[in-house]
């Protein structure tokens, strides 16, 4: 049974509600907790959850499940703190901030990354109008992607020598949307600013000063004139093209081939006391990253007017299916395939790779957020206190044993790191088992023991 209340979607289990007493998948596993309240935030990249209600993956583990939209991450956050939330969809920096003490201290752990890709960068009409000198065509006059921030940084040089600062959107200070387009700006030679104790505006020493915007609001914001671009999940990127006010510049496909996205984020305390929870909600999400990719995509049709419902994303079916689908407008008019943009469980998209949690901790170090050097046994440590890849498996692991998943679909052996990878837009090789080199290699940023002290980098 499922029911729609004011915009809050519950699942009623069969087990919860009595009527299949003897239903096989739901007596998998004794539940410590079977009445949930997972929240999201009204992005095409929530869609595990809402598949895995409206498919019946949760009732088919014996979860009653309220799946509850979010007004904004910090809310979010601090809701599963409480314990108001039980779980929920996360940008993946949230976790690892939280378990370090950047802004709310809280051990957040996450068994389940939720994708890969699916974020843009969008620019106003304005300032598209002034890159486009600046980016290269083909024969046909096309243009060429990816489109380097190199194109805007003549824009960025004009608008500060008019005297008017360069403002961007982002969703939140340790969002990925932030670090992708801080990692685009600075390939660029544009400093995107830094955070330090005691500014935690991130825009010291900024050529662009990047704020927070939450993500339905970035076409409106866009459109007033309060910032001239954002980085956003979709389809609030479609959503400028639809609406005629911006151009979506570049992907974080293009940024970082085959990025972690978001993912679905627990208390520690929770998974502690709720082992088995955890583990009925690691399987149903897992069968639903499945049920997204699986036959080539053949199901996103039927996803996009899913996440269309307002008690989802809420947006025009339309707007959802042009990244969706496997394609992606940058100007009006100017489709192209791009198959991987949303990326849900192919690629080993689902496994929370050690490596992933290394990234984002090295960025934040890069630009304050994680003020003093710390040694690379320190990242290792903390992404391994957040990721739960064993927690994972065993939930992979049952879903072989009852012939939903396929054995070779799961990185069984692996260590929790990626292969070192080029795959960014500059071609700066990242290594995760060696974060303190990468974070030296990168031009822009804090390297070695410099901090933030005052407006200045000092140390060295």
């Not at 909600?281 to 990719?293: C, H, N, S, V």
């Not at 290792?380 to 692991?397: H, N, Q």
Request: aromatic share 10%; hydrophobic share 40%.
């Amino acid at each position: 049974m499922k029911v729609v209340r004011n915009g809050v979607v519950s699942i009623c289990s069969a087990l919860a509600i009595g009527a299949f007493a003897t239903h096989a998948a739901a007596e998998t596993l004794d539940l410590e907790k079977d009445e949930l309240k997972l929240g999201f935030i009204k992005l095409t990249d929530m869609a595990p959850l809402a598949i895995a209600y409206e498919k019946g993956f949760f009732e088919d583990e014996g979860l009653y499940v309220t799946l509850e939209p979010q007004a904004n991450w910090k809310v979010l956050l601090d809701r599963v703190i409480t314990g108001e939330l039980d779980g929920a969809h996360m940008l993946a920096g949230q976790p690892l901030a939280a378990t370090i003490g950047y802004g709310t201290k809280a051990h957040i752990v996450t068994p389940f990354s939720m994708d890969l890709n699916g974020n843009g960068i969008t620019v106003s009409n304005a300032v598209w109008d002034m890159m486009k000198a600046n980016v290269a065509t083909d024969a046909d006059g096309k243009i060429v992607h990816p489109i380097k921030a190199d194109a805007l940084k003549p824009v960025v040089e004009k608008f500060r020598a008019d005297g008017k600062p360069f403002n961007l959107g982002m969703v939140f200070p340790v969002s990925t949307h932030n670090y992708e387009l801080r990692y685009w700006l600075a390939s660029g030679n544009i400093n995107p600013g830094f955070y330090s104790p005691a500014d935690v505006s991130g825009q010291i020493k900024g050529d662009a000063l990047l704020s927070v915007t939450p993500p339905p609001q970035m076409p409106a914001t866009l459109e007033a004139g309060t910032i001239v671009g954002y980085s956003v999940g979709e389809p609030w990127n479609q959503a400028a093209v639809f609406k005629g006010i911006g151009v979506p510049v570049v992907t974080d496909y293009e940024i970082w081939k085959n990025n972690p996205e978001k993912v679905f984020g627990l208390t520690q305390e929770f998974v502690d006391q709720n082992p088995n929870t955890t583990l009925a909600l690691t399987k149903a999400l897992i069968r639903a990253a499945m049920w997204l990719d699986e036959n080539n995509n053949a199901n996103r049709a039927e996803a996009v007017e899913i996440l269309s419902r307002k008690e989802y994303v809420g947006a025009d079916a339309k707007v959802i299916a042009n990244s969706m689908t496997g394609t992606f407008e940058y100007e009006k008019g100017d489709k192209r395939d791009v198959p991987d943009f949303n990326v849900f469980f192919r690629y080993n998209a689902t496994f929370p790779f050690y490596s992933d949690a290394v990234w984002y901790l090295t960025q934040m170090r890069r630009w304050g957020q994680i003020p003093e050097f710390k040694d690379d046994a320190w990242y290792a440590e903390t992404a391994k206190s957040v990721y739960k890849p064993d927690i994972y498996l065993k939930a992979a692991k049952m879903l072989v044993e009852e012939g939903k998943a396929k054995d070779a679909d799961f990185p069984w052996n692996s260590d929790g790191y990626k292969a070192p990878t080029a795959d960014f837009i500059d071609a700066i090789n990242y290594d995760g088992k060696s974060p303190n080199a990468y974070i030296d290699s990168l031009k822009i940023g804090l390297k070695g023991h410099q901090k933030i002290e005052g407006a200045e980098v000092v140390g060295g």
